[in-house]
């Protein structure tokens, strides 16, 4: 077995740390309006900075207030601590606590005395012809920022090479969901193996990929008591899914930043505006409740995953103090009882510090959907 990194929800270092040590760059991006086919077409090595497992996050808070989330906290603690080595970051103002990364990294960076490659992508928060121009602006502002930071120009050939790779890596994905709704994988593992491909090569994702599924597609369904979709804020740990499933539940979908939506579908080019594609996929996909004109379809996306794959019941996790998913909940739990879809809301914090809590509450959801 050849993809025991997919089953390891640590993060690591060992795919970055190998592509340095070849004497190129690596660079760490937090939020999935990242064009990440950019960073591969200058030949850098993009790697989604996660929180996972982060214990302790008392160095950043030095430097964090306690207004931000736990999630952004533990990133800037990590990259303090050195979990994460890389060249420099790369952020979209997906929510202002992420934002807040990259603002206090370039400032205890440069207080080290190891000043780093910082670049800022404004994402515009509504979608329209003319956002979608401006959008385009910013990414070839980050690629020429890119190309010359690695004395890799970004072009046209290198983003199709990039798109290509990304698309099977989605392609992949959609198979594990697919999987995942035949009840042959669990959500703990399904979002294990998505949050593998943040400090993985494209390459040497596609590769580990492609030899899991070949072994899960032979699996027996997983019994339980009710199958189950999450949504909510930016969740990296699956211990958190995992509390849930030892109660019976079975996390069959979700609309997750770092699980299925990090992937989405397919990557369209337009040859005569290779640009203006990437500008146009990365503003016009339902991610999360940032953007101020789509709530309606990232609703209807929730209750169409709910009918595809059978669910009976919602859980909604929400981190203190996250800006995009804080009162979401508010328009989205009677669309889906209308709907038929009980939800079942949570607070949480990076650390799992309400675990048992957490456990008590999804029990009786459950018991609540078998009745």
Known sequence: MSYERL?????????????????????????????????MAADIMPVRLRATNCVDSSDAEAWMSSFC?????????????????VDGLIQSDGCMMATRILDNWEHVSKKNGKAQFIHQVGAPRICNDDTIEYFKTEMQEMAEAVGKFSGHPVTDEGLKAAVAKTNEVRALVARLS?????????????LTVMLAACDMTADEYIAAMKEYLA?????E???ARARLMMIGSALDNPEYVKVIEDKGGLVVADALCFGTRAFHDQLELDDKDIMGSLARYYLERNTCPRMLDNRPAIHDEIKNACEKFKVQGVIYEKMQNCECWGGEAFYLEPLLKDSGFPML?????EQMANAGQLAIRAEAFIEMLEQ
């Open 178 to 190: 697919e999987l995942r709704g035949d009840a042959k994988v669990s959500g703990t593992e399904a």
């Open 221 to 223: 369904p997983i019994e």
């Open 345 to 349: 809301q949570v607070e949480r914090e």
């Open 215 to 219: 072994d899960a597609e032979k699996r």
């Open 7 to 39: 089953l390891d929800n640590s993060v690591s270092r060992v795919s970055s740390d190998a592509w340095r040590a070849s004497g190129k760059k690596a660079v760490g991006y937090v939020c999935c309006h990242v064009p990440v086919e950019i960073i």
């Open 69 to 85: 989330c736990s999630f952004s906290r533990s990133i800037l603690q990590y990259l303090m601590n050195g979990t994460y080595e």
